[in-house]
């Protein structure tokens, strides 16, 4: 079989497809199909207009560190535009790194580096009490449900391996966009951070 008829077989395949896959992406960033993030205060991020962004769900333009400027305890931070990441120097021992956005997920990350010696199974209650701290400076209406699932136990730990702990706040509010991880894979520190996930 020649190429030219091949080509013939083939395109009317190739033009469904493409339709196919043309209808999703509109679906896709159809402002209609995302879910509101007014529910959890996440000031102005928004579904974006197709006609401005045709690659991203989620307004890069409006991911930016004025979600921060009125927090008092979080005020010496430096902001990484690039990386959308606010870097705050909490003390010798302690580093926070806070980062909002996204563009087909959109995510709200508060990530803890501390000491090799500060350990999960040693430190739990050091740990939930740091992520209940930055819960309520960044998740304010999310707050009350992240305190009650640590505090009446409504959480599933995983140790996905040696260095990674993963811990599922199982609170019907919170199941399906908040979680919460401990690595300790790096050599020189341990991680520990709670994150807000959308898409």
């Given at each position: 079989m020649n190429i030219r008829?091949?080509?013939?077989?083939?395109?009317?395949?190739?033009?469904?497809?493409?339709?196919?896959?043309?209808?999703?992406?509109?679906?896709?960033?159809?402002?209609?199909?995302?879910?509101s993030l007014t529910e959890k205060q996440i000031?102005?991020?928004?579904?974006?207009?197709s006609d401005i962004n045709q690659?991203?769900?989620f307004d890069q333009s409006t991911?930016?560190?004025?979600?921060?400027?009125?927090?008092?305890?979080?005020?010496?931070?430096?902001?990484?535009?690039?990386k959308k990441t606010a870097t705050i120097k909490i003390s010798?021992?302690?580093i926070l790194k806070i980062h909002r956005g996204g563009c087909d997920h959109f995510s709200l990350n508060a990530e803890f580096t501390v000491p090799k010696s500060i350990t999960f199974d040693h430190h739990k209650e050091y740990i939930?009490?740091?992520?209940?701290?930055?819960s309520e400076l960044l998740y304010k209406s999310s707050f009350k449900a992240i305190k009650d699932a640590l505090k009446d136990n409504k959480?599933?730990?995983t140790q996905e391996s040696s260095h990674f702990t993963f811990i599922s706040l199982t609170h019907e509010e919170l199941y399906e966009s908040?979680?919460?991880?401990?690595?300790?894979?790096?050599?020189?520190?341990?991680?520990?951070?709670?994150?807000?996930y959308i898409n």
């Open positions: 008829l091949k080509f013939s077989y083939l395109f009317p395949f190739l033009v469904f497809l493409n339709s196919c896959s043309y209808s999703k992406k509109q679906k896709e960033r159809d402002p209609k199909s995302v879910k000031d102005t991020i928004k579904p974006i207009n690659d991203c769900i991911q930016n560190d004025g979600f921060l400027k009125d927090i008092n305890e979080l005020k010496n931070y430096t902001w990484d535009s690039i010798d021992q302690e939930f009490s740091r992520i209940l701290w930055v959480i599933s730990i908040f979680f919460v991880t401990f690595k300790s894979d790096n050599t020189e520190y341990n991680t520990f951070s709670i994150s807000y």
